[in-house]
Protein backbone atom coordinates (compact mmCIF):
# COMPACT_ATOMS: atom_id res chain seq x y z
CA UNK A 1 0.00 0.00 0.00
CA UNK A 2 2.59 2.86 0.97
CA UNK A 3 4.66 1.70 -2.05
CA UNK A 4 2.02 3.06 -4.49
CA UNK A 5 2.41 6.72 -2.43
CA UNK A 6 6.42 6.17 -2.74
CA UNK A 7 6.06 5.66 -6.58
CA UNK A 8 3.94 8.93 -6.30
CA UNK A 9 6.40 10.84 -4.39
CA UNK A 10 9.25 9.12 -6.65
CA UNK A 11 7.18 10.00 -10.08
CA UNK A 12 6.93 13.73 -9.03
CA UNK A 13 10.42 14.03 -8.54
CA UNK A 14 11.61 12.22 -11.55
CA UNK A 15 9.61 14.17 -13.92
CA UNK A 16 10.63 17.60 -12.08
CA UNK A 17 13.91 16.85 -12.78
CA UNK A 18 13.41 15.31 -16.27
CA UNK A 19 10.22 16.65 -17.81
CA UNK A 20 8.28 14.60 -20.29
CA UNK A 21 6.48 16.90 -23.14
CA UNK A 22 2.97 16.85 -22.76
CA UNK A 23 3.28 15.28 -18.83
CA UNK A 24 0.33 16.35 -17.21
CA UNK A 25 2.89 16.03 -14.01
CA UNK A 26 5.30 18.19 -15.81
CA UNK A 27 2.26 21.03 -16.58
CA UNK A 28 1.41 20.85 -12.77
CA UNK A 29 4.69 21.01 -11.74
CA UNK A 30 5.44 23.74 -13.88
CA UNK A 31 2.45 26.13 -12.93
CA UNK A 32 1.85 26.05 -9.04
CA UNK A 33 -0.86 28.37 -9.98
CA UNK A 34 -2.67 25.26 -11.26
CA UNK A 35 -1.38 22.67 -9.02
CA UNK A 36 -2.66 24.95 -5.87
CA UNK A 37 -6.34 24.75 -7.87
CA UNK A 38 -6.76 21.64 -8.93
CA UNK A 39 -5.67 20.22 -5.08
CA UNK A 40 -8.61 23.04 -4.07
CA UNK A 41 -11.06 21.40 -6.73
CA UNK A 42 -9.89 18.19 -5.72
CA UNK A 43 -10.98 18.23 -2.31
CA UNK A 44 -14.05 20.23 -2.77
CA UNK A 45 -14.82 16.64 -4.86
CA UNK A 46 -13.91 14.42 -2.15
CA UNK A 47 -16.16 16.30 0.28
CA UNK A 48 -19.26 16.26 -2.31
CA UNK A 49 -18.42 12.65 -2.75
CA UNK A 50 -18.04 11.79 0.97
CA UNK A 51 -21.53 13.74 1.71
CA UNK A 52 -23.41 12.13 -1.54
CA UNK A 53 -21.63 8.32 -1.04
CA UNK A 54 -20.51 8.18 -4.34
CA UNK A 55 -17.22 7.64 -5.92
CA UNK A 56 -15.21 8.59 -2.90
CA UNK A 57 -12.41 6.09 -3.73
CA UNK A 58 -11.89 8.03 -6.82
CA UNK A 59 -11.62 11.57 -5.53
CA UNK A 60 -9.51 10.84 -2.96
CA UNK A 61 -7.26 8.94 -5.54
CA UNK A 62 -6.99 11.97 -7.04
CA UNK A 63 -6.39 14.57 -3.94
CA UNK A 64 -3.64 12.42 -2.90
CA UNK A 65 -2.15 12.49 -6.33
CA UNK A 66 -2.49 16.60 -6.63
CA UNK A 67 -1.26 16.96 -2.85
CA UNK A 68 1.58 15.22 -4.01
CA UNK A 69 2.42 16.96 -6.89
CA UNK A 70 1.62 20.59 -4.97
CA UNK A 71 4.06 19.56 -2.11
CA UNK A 72 7.11 18.75 -4.79
CA UNK A 73 6.39 21.50 -7.22
CA UNK A 74 6.59 24.16 -3.79
CA UNK A 75 9.79 22.11 -2.50
CA UNK A 76 7.81 20.46 0.75
CA UNK A 77 9.47 17.02 1.02
CA UNK A 78 7.41 14.26 2.23
CA UNK A 79 10.51 13.29 4.49
CA UNK A 80 10.14 16.62 6.35
CA UNK A 81 5.85 16.52 6.68
CA UNK A 82 6.54 12.93 7.96
CA UNK A 83 9.25 13.89 10.38
CA UNK A 84 6.85 16.80 11.28
CA UNK A 85 4.08 14.18 12.04
CA UNK A 86 6.43 11.80 13.85
CA UNK A 87 7.15 14.64 16.39
CA UNK A 88 2.96 14.95 17.23
CA UNK A 89 3.12 11.51 18.15
CA UNK A 90 1.91 11.33 22.01
Known amino acids: MLDTLESLFK ?3 ERKNNPIDGSYTNKLLSDKNLSKEKVLEEINELI ?3 EKNSNKIHEAADVFYHLIIY ?3 NEIKI ?3 MNEL ?4 K
Open 11 to 13: LAR
Open 79 to 81: EDV
Open 86 to 89: NKRK
Open 71 to 73: LEA
Open 48 to 50: EAV
